[in-house]
């Protein structure tokens, strides 16, 4: 084991301090990577303040952060994909049991017993699992990506999770040249959803409340900007999309999306409400419509949108800000006030 400086939360309501936490020695699997940025995530902030207790309570103190990117210092003596200097990638996934139908199609995400990057039981160090608020971490090479080199590294964090996050439904649901996709919500997921949809060649519009995103909605990549408040402009577009994706997580009438679906067309959910939809039947059953979710995307479709995102130019619009300014930016982060992402510069972490 060896000492890595991290910052951490001691309790629900306590702020994020700097600490010193054990990391074990790379294992013959294992890939050891100086993390250079990290990406906050709005599960991040949810998971420190213990806002899933029903679902995943959080053990404390916490290290959260599944957006990293950083070098490879060291690898263990079986490891064939990574060698001291490379870059490097952790997403929401440290490990799995590699063995249940899930893992063997490649979708790790859902596999019944996956180890998350923070806050899950640490199968090596007993506890539970530290994320990338930190200047080290050590992961099972299957779970570490390739970086392309060609994109600015404080971008790239963020698509670990919220590029994986729109890329895999956007895939999965076939969406290619031609096909008429709306993005509900220009936050952290949507402008990530704007920007691969558009590279995916489809004809693309965003849906918001605040007539003052329309600029950057455009510039993002969006065909057509709709305000969600104006049902005439609504209505223009009923029956028309073949894909939706709805990235919001606070309450609105999810019917309203819905009835703009074509035969067969379908609603994808990324973000989370807190109490359950109304749904009302009628605007299934008309048309064959269908309503989903989706959660990140497996390690094989991780890389593969890592590779997209370098032919295509993408990453994460972000503001960069060192881990002594992380407590402002949770507070902003329940504002919106960000463009679209913060990404932490890990070299300030030097100084601590
Ligand atoms: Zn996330
Ligand atoms: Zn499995």
Redo the contacts with the bound molecule.
């Keep these: 084991m060896y000492n890595s400086k991290a910052y951490s939360a001691a309790g629900a309501t306590a702020p994020l301090a700097h600490t010193q936490i054990k990391r074990r020695d790379p294992t013959e699997h294992d890939v050891q990577i100086e993390i250079l940025f990290c990406g906050i995530c709005h599960s991040d902030l949810h998971s420190v303040r213990n806002e899933w207790n029903s679902v995943m309570p959080t053990v404390y103190p916490i290290v959260p952060g599944h957006e990293i990117v950083g070098r490879v210092t060291k690898v263990g003596l079986a490891v064939k994909k990574f060698k001291a200097g490379d870059l490097a990638g952790v997403g929401c996934l440290v490990d799995?049991?590699?063995?249940?139908p899930?893992?063997r199609e490649g979708l790790?995400q859902f596999?019944?017993?996956?180890t998350m990057t923070y806050n899950s039981p640490d199968k090596h160090l007993g506890g539970a699992t530290y994320g990338g608020y930190s200047d080290s971490v050590v992961v099972d090479e299957h779970f570490v990506l390739r970086v392309p080199a060609n994109l600015s590294l404080a971008g790239v964090a963020p698509l670990l999770c919220a590029g994986i996050t729109t890329y895999s439904p956007l895939r999965h649901w076939g969406i290619t040249n031609g096909k008429k996709v709306g993005v509900v919500g220009l936050g952290g997921l949507g402008h990530m959803a704007v920007k691969i949809a558009h590279a995916l060649d489809a004809h693309v519009v965003v849906f918001t409340t605040s007539p003052s995103k329309k600029a950057d909605a455009r510039r993002l990549g969006a065909d057509e900007v709709v305000i969600s408040r104006n049902a005439d402009e609504m209505q223009k577009h009923a029956g028309s999309f073949d894909f939706i994706l709805d990235a919001v997580a606070a309450e609105h009438d999810i019917n309203a999306y819905i009835n703009l679906l074509r035969r067969d067309g379908n609603l994808t959910l990324v973000g989370a409400p807190a109490q359950p939809f109304a749904v009302a039947g009628f605007g299934l059953i008309f048309g064959r419509r269908s309503l989903s979710g989706s959660l990140i995307g497996g390690i094989t479709e991780t890389q593969e949108m890592l590779d997209f995102c370098s032919a295509h130019n993408i990453t994460s619009d972000v503001e960069v800000i060192p881990i002594q300014k992380v407590n402002e930016a949770y507070a902003r982060l329940l504002k919106s006030d960000v463009k679209y992402r913060f990404s932490i510069d890990m070299a300030s972490l030097k100084s601590e």
């Design positions: 799995s049991d590699r063995t249940c899930n893992c790790e596999c019944p017993s996956m």
